[in-house]
Structure formats: structure tokens, C-alpha cells
């Protein structure tokens, strides 16, 4: 009767083990942040230049800042703390620093 008892409890007792999983192994989500470029009036539909924190810059496209036009092309970054600059031709439209976290998607407004 002691021995069933305690085959019974074992299977139990091992698959709790499992609840502590680290966070990431839970949730599977991407070490990423994204950036998201919206504009009102003037960039909007256009391709603009970013650079983050000074690396090759590379093109990126503006949508309009309606809320219905907010699922546009998100960009992925690192997380932490980044520089964002932002320009058109050769006027700097956004020279900022950022901190983003996991899955998270900054919205960057630009005139």
C-alpha cells in the first residue's frame, strides 16, 4: 500500500519541477523591439533614412498617422538603450535616445 502511495506522488512531484521555467522559455518571445515611423502630413508614404546608433543606415517607410494605418512595416532592434536619427535627403527629422524593451513597439512621430 506504501509503495503504491509513493509510485502515485512521484509522477506528481516531478511534474511540478517544471512550473519555473525561465521567463523567455514561457512565453518563446524574441529578444526584439520594434520601430514603428508614422507621420501626419508631410512624410507621410515616403522612404526616409534611419540610422541606429550610428550604423549603416538603411531606408525605412513612413505611414500616415491615422490609427487605422499603424500596422506598417515595423522595424526589428536590439532592446536597451538606442540612438534613433531620422532623416530625409539631408535634413535630420528625429535625433533621439530611445530605451525599448522586449516586444515592444515604439511609435516615432515625424512632422
Not at 506504501?2 to 509522477?11: D, G, N, S, V, Y
Not at 532592434?77 to 535616445?97: E, N
Amino acid at each position: 500500500m506504501r509503495k503504491t502511495i509513493i509510485m502515485l506522488a512521484l509522477p506528481l512531484l516531478m511534474a511540478g519541477c517544471k512550473v519555473n521555467l525561465p521567463v523567455e522559455q514561457q512565453s518563446g518571445k524574441e529578444d526584439r523591439a520594434y520601430l514603428l515611423f508614422v507621420s501626419p502630413n508631410e512624410y507621410a508614404g515616403k522612404d526616409v533614412q534611419m540610422t541606429i546608433d550610428g550604423g549603416k543606415p538603411f531606408t525605412a517607410r513612413v505611414v500616415k498617422g491615422k490609427k487605422s494605418a499603424r500596422h506598417g512595416t515595423q522595424y526589428g532592434i536590439g532592446t536597451g538603450t538606442r540612438t534613433v536619427t531620422v532623416s530625409h535627403g539631408d535634413k535630420t527629422l528625429y535625433r533621439k535616445k530611445i530605451v525599448v524593451s522586449t516586444q515592444e513597439v515604439k511609435q516615432i512621430t515625424l512632422p
